[in-house]
Structure formats: C-alpha cells, structure tokens
C-alpha cells in the first residue's frame, strides 16, 4: 500500500531521503506543470519547483501535519510563481509588447513542422494550435491571484478550502474570485465556447 | 433561489463540488431561468476548453538538480552535537588519561609493606619508640656530657697498652 504524503514527508523528517525521492517523483510533474502556466517559461518554471523541493527538504525538521501536505507544497508554489511574477513584471511587459507572436517553443508542445511531417491533416492542427494559443492566452492575461486560484481548481483539482488556505483568503471569496475569473475567461474565449455550445 | 444567489455556487454546480442539497437547490432554479442556464452551459464550456492544454513533462534532468541541490545543503547539527566530542578527540583524550595513570603508579614509591592496614598497625608500635628517641636526643642536659666512646675504638686503646 503506497505511503500517504504526511507519512511520506514523516519519514523524511525521521532522516529517510528515499521519501523524499518519493515526493519529488509524486508531485515534480503537477509542480512543474503549475509553476510553467503560472510564469509561461519552462526554464524559470523548473528553478521555481526546484526551490519548492529544496523549501520542503529544509522544513523538514519543523514539519508538523497540521494540514494537507499539498496545501503546504501549492502553497509555498504559488507564493513563489507570485514573487518571481512581481519581479519580472516590468521584463516580461518589454517582451510582450515587443516580440511577435510565434509558436512558442519552450512550452513543451510540438512545433508546428514535427507535427505537420508527423500529420497529414496540417489544417486541422493549425486549428488546433490556435485554440491552444487562444486558451494560454486568456489564461495569461487573467490577474496573478486569479490565475493561480483557476489553475489549483481546474488542474490540481484541489478543493476550496484547500486553496483559500493557499491563497490566504476565505472560501467565500474564493468563489468569488473563480468566478470572475471563469467570467473573464467565458468573454475571452466567446468564439470558441460558442463552438463548444454549438458542438455540445 | 435568486440569480446573484446563483454566481458563488455556479461553478461548484458544474464541476460536481456542490452538496446534494445545493445541487438539487440549483437544479430547480435553473429549470426556471433560461439566462442561468445559459451561464452554466458557457462555464461548462470553458472548463471544457481549459482541458485542451496539454501538460508538459519534466527535463530529465530535473530529479538530478533537485537531488543535487539537496546534497549541496549543510548538515544541521543539534545544540547537543555541541558536547559531543569526535572519534579522533575522545581517542587521543582516553590515550593521554591511560598515559597519566601509567606515569602516576610508575612513580609512586613502593610501601614497605604489601598492607597498607599492616604498616599502620606497625606504626602504631612503634609510636612510643620514636617518642622516646624524640625526647632524648632533644634533652638538653645529655647535651653537655662527652661523647660515648665506640667499642671498636676503646679495643684498640687497650691493645697499644
């Protein structure tokens, strides 16, 4: 029987580092994947979980299980991605504005030309790649609080409490602040949920 | 249930995070207000579309830094560790204290006796003897007389006669 994270990060505040190499195999790749949508670089988004690990391994004399081990672990992620997103704000407005819009290949998706000599059907992954586009792009441009309260809801599929702990806010205005954002992001992607509504 | 009563709940309602009760709460709202309806439909949609981002995995080289990093850490040490000598230390502080021991009983001189409990018994004996000795070469008077003739002197006296 798999060893829940409590007993996992337990034992490796008893000394064991093969728990840790436990946790780190659990959660490198919700972590990474998190962190990456959170600053859009991989580069930056893999030092960020790196630190997050090395946070975790520090405390580990004082960890005490007083709440969900993923509520410490987002929570220490999701105050990282924010500081490091207030520290390159101003960087990443330069870059926005100036660089044109190209088929981002840092962020782990197949390039268009693999994908075209792996598919016959170019069009249609030129389809989907704008929708992708459009979806990172509506995710981006939600506020910082936001978006990490939308990426632990839709992708970590942490429940409320969890994340308002994360957050540091209430549940109430938890709901509230997801709600705006799945607003923002319903009037972003109109022409796409139309299509899904039409599908659907 | 009212409209504005409807927004904190929405997203619990299609993400299936509601309580029974709430959820049966909505259900009967939305069977009477086609724009709720519409809304949850549109949320329904999104959180469709946000399943289309494809996740990413890992650099293989991403265990190798964390485990790095980790061993790259100090080792904390416990106030106690503070009073805790090393090997090398308690090795050469138990050698010195055997070497002072040995050098302590190589010079202590013998005792006269093997018992120690015998000699003070001895001495006990031989307590009034050495009064004696004490008060008699310290007796002024025994000071003025001559001294005693030796044996082997008076001998040789009465041959040359």
């Known amino acids: 029987m798999a060893r829940s994270d409590v007993q996992l990060m337990l034992d490796v505040k008893a000394g064991d580092e093969q728990s840790f190499a436990l946790l780190l195999h659990r959660y490198r790749s919700p972590l990474v994947n998190f962190l990456y949508r ?3 670089n991989r580069e930056q988004a893999e030092d960020l979980a790196q630190e997050v690990f090395l946070r975790v391994y520090r405390a580990r004399e004082e960890y005490v299980p007083s709440a969900k081990f993923t509520t410490w672990l987002f929570r220490i992620a999701t105050n990282l991605a924010l500081n490091s997103l207030r520290d390159n704000r101003y960087q990443r407005m330069e870059i926005s504005l100036d660089a044109p819009v190209t088929v981002d290949a840092e962020d782990g998706e197949e390039k268009l030309l ?7 059907n170019i069009e249609q992954h030129l389809v989907e790649d704008a929708r992708r586009k459009l979806i990172r792009h509506a995710i981006d441009k939600l506020p910082e609080k936001q978006r990490a309260a939308v990426l632990l809801h839709k992708y970590q599929e942490l429940d409320y409490g969890e994340i308002s702990k994360i957050l540091n806010c209430s549940e109430s205005a938890l709901k509230s602040l997801l709600f705006r954002a799945y607003e923002t992001l319903r009037v972003e992607l109109a022409p796409l949920v139309a299509q899904q509504g039409k599908v659907g | 249930m009212s409209c504005s009563k409807m927004e904190g709940k929405i997203l619990g309602f299609v993400d299936w995070r509601l309580k029974e009760g709430e959820r049966l709460e909505m259900e009967k709202h939305l ?9 949850v439909n549109q949320f329904r949609a999104v959180n469709s579309l946000l399943d289309e981002l494809p996740m990413i995995e890992p650099s293989p080289a991403f265990d190798i830094r964390v485990h790095a990093r980790v061993a790259a850490e100090p080792v904390k040490q416990s106030w106690w560790a503070w009073f805790t000598p090393s090997p090398r230390v308690a090795l050469l502080a138990s050698m010195l204290l055997l070497g002072a021991v040995w050098v302590g009983y190589e010079a202590t001189p013998p005792m006269p006796f093997g018992d120690p409990k015998e000699a003070d018994l001895q001495m006990m004996q031989d307590m ?8 008699i070469s310290s007796f002024e008077p025994l000071k003025d007389l001559p ?3 030796q044996a082997d002197e008076a ?4 041959q040359t006669m």
């Open chain 1, 38 to 40: 959170m600053v859009r």
């Open chain 1, 114 to 120: 693999d994908v075209a000599e792996k598919h016959p």
């Open chain 2, 31 to 39: 069977s009477t207000c086609a724009a709720c309806q519409l809304r």
């Open chain 2, 128 to 135: 009034p003897v050495l009064e004696d000795h004490d008060v």
């Open chain 2, 147 to 149: 001294q005693p003739v």
């Open chain 2, 155 to 158: 001998d040789q006296t009465n």
